[in-house]
């Protein structure tokens, strides 16, 4: 997969367990410094490939308890929205600073 920052291992295997989904919302939303109701349905917005992104990779959300969270009808729209997120990613370097930069801000969250 892509990114690797040096938190993302310590969030996976933190003794807090799953990374909450309102943790990883409120990450985005000081990131981006709009509400989660803003950009959650815009298309192709950053803030939420990324938070899906995280939700899965470091949160170990299901697609379909993804596709609940963000009032999706089919789970398979999350997947194809992820893969899509992570093919452009590898090609993109402020997507890749935009990652780590969160990563690390949801980290500082859990203390990691």
Same mark, same amino acid.
């Given at each position: 997969?892509?990114?690797?920052?040096?938190?993302?291992?310590?969030?996976?295997?933190?003794?807090?367990?799953?990374?909450?989904?309102?943790?990883?919302?409120?990450?985005?939303?000081?990131?981006?410094? +709009?509400?989660? @109701?803003?950009?959650? *349905?815009?298309?192709?917005?950053?803030? #939420?490939?990324?938070?899906?992104?995280? $939700?899965?990779?470091?949160?170990?959300?299901?697609?379909?308890?993804?596709?609940?969270?963000?009032?999706?009808?089919?789970?398979?729209?999350?997947?194809?929205?992820?893969?899509?997120? +992570?093919?452009? @990613?590898?090609?993109? *370097?402020?997507?890749?600073?935009?990652? #780590?930069?969160?990563?690390?801000?949801? $980290?500082?969250?859990?203390?990691?």
């Amino acid at each position: 997969m892509i990114i690797h920052g040096e938190h993302e291992q310590a969030l996976a295997d933190s003794h807090y367990g799953r990374v909450a989904w309102p943790d990883l919302v409120r990450c985005m939303e000081e990131l981006k410094k +709009e509400p989660w @109701s803003a950009f959650r *349905d815009r298309r192709g917005d950053w803030g #939420r490939d990324v938070t899906l992104w995280a $939700a899965r990779r470091l949160g170990g959300y299901t697609l379909a308890e993804l596709a609940r969270e963000v009032g999706a009808d089919d789970y398979t729209a999350i997947y194809q929205g992820v893969r899509r997120f +992570e093919t452009r @990613s590898k090609k993109d *370097d402020k997507l890749l600073r935009i990652m #780590r930069q969160y990563e690390r801000k949801l $980290a500082s969250m859990y203390n990691v």
